[in-house]
């Protein structure tokens, strides 16, 4: 059963997708590598260093977040747009498993974490990060508007989730 079959969901997927050119392709192909999971590595590292007190926050902010993406990716095994649509800017070729977006979940899990008593600056800047995550996964064509959505919203969560659980 495909979930993400519908009007609402194609439609802003063939707007957002198609507002493409070489400067873009080029930007979000580079800067998607901040939302895999790679970039943990240097963000761990850096919370260790300068936010200590938001660690175990962030890892088991983190650690939700991915049991959470990986349970639902694999339960809804979702094609696509690639899979499904004709004339997709696919600049990243992935067909399956696309329902959420993990890139996304774990941009905004850090978001969340790291913005949570900081500056407002900090704070826009955090969640810009996480928004271009977001919007670059539907414009390199590997993710619907729905996928970038419950992303997203499986990063707030999961960061909000444990301020509350660990305070």
């Not at 890892?59 to 991915?66: G, K, M, S």
């Not at 004339?87 to 993990?102: E, I, M, T």
Request: net charge positive; glycine share 6%.
């Amino acid at each position: 059963m495909v979930i993400e079959n519908f009007e609402l969901n194609i439609e802003n997927f063939r707007l957002l997708n198609s507002l493409n050119n070489p400067f873009f392709d080029t930007f979000f192909l580079y800067f998607s590598y901040l939302g895999s999971g790679f970039v943990l590595i240097p963000v761990v590292i850096l919370t260790y260093f300068l936010r200590r007190e938001k660690l175990k926050f962030l890892l088991l902010a983190i650690l939700l977040e991915t049991v959470s993406v990986i349970f639902l990716k694999t339960f809804f095994n979702q094609p696509r747009p690639a899979t499904l649509l004709e004339d997709v800017h696919l600049l990243v070729p992935l067909y399956w498993r696309s329902f959420p977006s993990g890139d996304t979940a774990m941009a905004f899990t850090i978001a969340t974490v790291l913005s949570k008593g900081e500056k407002r600056i900090l704070k826009i800047i955090l969640f810009v990060y996480a928004s271009l995550i977001g919007y670059g996964r539907i414009y390199l064509g590997v993710h619907f508007p729905l996928d970038v959505f419950v992303g997203a919203l499986i990063g707030i969560l999961s960061g909000i989730f444990c301020y509350k659980i660990l305070k």
